[in-house]
């Protein structure tokens, strides 16, 4: 049989496509969802264009997802040494503070131990006290600024949230996001006590940060959200096309791809980002509303991970799924063909 011209540029483009990441898992789900296409295009009742790659918004830049506050002030530091205050570390980290910006995750550190050095500090005169106290609330109100930069603005945060990772990999399993998850919790868990001031231990804030750099999970998940979004659209458009005439063999071919490739192979890959999702997704979004208020730059980026929003790239993605799933019921019903024949 001839195969059509359109098809044959698919089946060049797949080929291509397929050799490219033999060897590099980090995009095998495109070349799944590629030859999806090309097997289904093999039939001369549907010609299905590749779709044209389309990115997420990627993280913003450094100045719009980060939150001002206020000045180190080294001479508070001095004053409380001198009067014996409990600054512990803080002194330690006097220099590094004088010689070079404090990377996002000691800052917070820092704003949490000198609230508690000026709170816990027995000041005999009233009105140092009064202008100290004034100094504690102010940094009490930052804090949740402080957080934020922490998770949002530091170094991290460019790894977990990046584009360029490809997707989640075919045989990702929630068992493998046990780290991730735990450190989540962690992080959410000290959000939920600012107003407490949390005792935070650093080398576990720092390293919950670290799991959160390692997983590359943010960026991954909605890189390969968008990417099977698209694929699905498509497929969903031409089949709603489709005449009576394709009823018959030239259906039972197609469902015959369907069933290879979407039932056997995709739906389970998807259901399995699925469970990640909603585990992983509440946290995240539990971390950013304790910085608010976001930059609008940051808020949108972080509104494509969001349940509740109608343009959010997950929601995008659930529609897709669902009228890929109606397009090809649809077409069963009307040809009188057994869902599950």
Known sequence: ????????MILLCSIILIGATACDTRFKPEAVLSVYIEDLNRSQFISIHVPPVVMPKSLPSLRDRQQRLTQFDIGL????????????????????ILGKVMPDSQRFLYELTIIGAIESCDIKNAELLAELRQVAKQKRRELPKAFSNAIFHGPESSEFFSLSNGFIPMNYSTANEHKLL???????????????????DGEIFEASLKVLSDSEYAGRALYSFMQITRYLN?????????????????????????????????????ARLNRSAYQVFPLMNQLSKEGIPLSKELKGFLD?????????VWHQYQQASQHHAKAWSELFVRCAVPLNG
């Open 77 to 96: 530091l001095d004053f409380l040494s001198l009067q014996h205050c409990d600054v512990g570390l803080i002194v330690g980290q006097k220099n590094s």
């Open 182 to 200: 735990s450190s989540l919790n962690q992080l959410v868990d000290i959000a939920h006590q600012l107003e407490q001031l949390p005792e935070v």
């Open 1 to 8: 049989m001839a195969i059509k011209p359109f098809n044959k």
């Open 304 to 312: 494509q991970f969001s349940f509740s929003e109608k343009n959010s």
């Open 234 to 270: 498509q497929v969903s458009e031409r089949l709603i096309l489709l005449d009576d005439l394709v009823c018959g063999a030239p259906l039972t071919y197609l469902k015959r791809q369907f069933k290879r490739h979407y039932v056997d192979v995709i739906q389970p890959y998807m």
